[in-house]
């Protein structure tokens, strides 16, 4: 079975600065997908960005970076330069490359502070 | 506690059929979310419950689709008459409030011929 960890309900940054959103998953497949979603007040979900289990350089968009460390589990987001639209929460997400199903995280409420 | 269940996981079914997915959300928990997972559209926002009542269902494609919560512990999408653009996998979501962590279901994979 897969399961994924978001053990940090609540965090906050102030403007501009960097934060780290910590995820942890387990599973025996070696071939998967990893993803981190926004979720704003609209409780739309947001593709923010992915990473392919096999590759090992890490994924960034813009001021969204991951730190994928794959024999740890380990699927941590940065984001640098907070900015307050950022403030939102964030789910961590794991996929098998073999079908659509998806196993969330609980995900972390982030708050950027002005 | 069991988390969020869904049934069925898989759903087969003919073009212009009903379907009917079911949720059953984590006892205590006061929201609920239904959304949609295709590979084209990414991950969308169905209809977002609170206190069994909707507040949101801006996300509903059309009136072949349909949600109901009639008690804290269950909700149906149902789906009237099916078509194949419908298959997709469903998931279910609940909270126990606003900004709290949210649990989703396992989903419900489902396939319209």
């Known amino acids: 079975a897969q399961t994924v960890t978001q053990s940090q309900p609540e965090m906050s940054v102030q403007e501009a600065e960097t934060v780290t959103l910590s995820c942890t998953y387990d599973t025996s497949e070696n071939n998967y997908y990893l993803f981190w979603y926004k979720q704003p007040p609209s409780r739309q979900m947001i593709l923010v960005i992915r990473?392919?289990?096999?590759?090992?350089q890490n994924a960034t968009e813009n001021r969204f970076s991951v730190n994928f460390q794959k024999a740890a589990k380990s699927f941590s987001l940065k984001i640098s330069d907070s900015q307050l639209g950022d403030t939102a929460m964030y789910f961590c997400a794991f996929r098998l490359n073999t079908g659509n199903q998806f196993y969330f995280g609980t995900g972390t409420s982030l708050t950027v502070i002005p | 506690d069991a988390g969020v269940i869904q049934s069925p996981r898989h759903e087969v079914t003919e073009m212009g059929q009903e379907v009917t997915l079911r949720c059953k959300p984590i006892s205590g928990h006061n929201s609920l979310f239904w959304y949609r997972q295709t590979m084209m559209r990414g991950l969308e926002l169905l209809i977002y419950?609170?206190?069994?009542?909707?507040?949101?269902d801006s996300g509903m494609p059309e009136d072949r689709f349909s949600a109901k919560m009639p008690n804290a512990s269950f909700s149906t999408l149902k789906i009237q008459p099916s078509e194949p653009r419908d298959s997709a996998v469903y998931f279910c979501a609940s909270r126990r409030g606003e900004g709290a962590q949210a649990f989703f279901g396992q989903g419900t994979r489902l396939t319209v011929v």
């Open positions: 419950f609170n206190n069994n009542v909707p507040i949101d």
């Open positions: 990473q392919e289990a096999y590759k090992q």
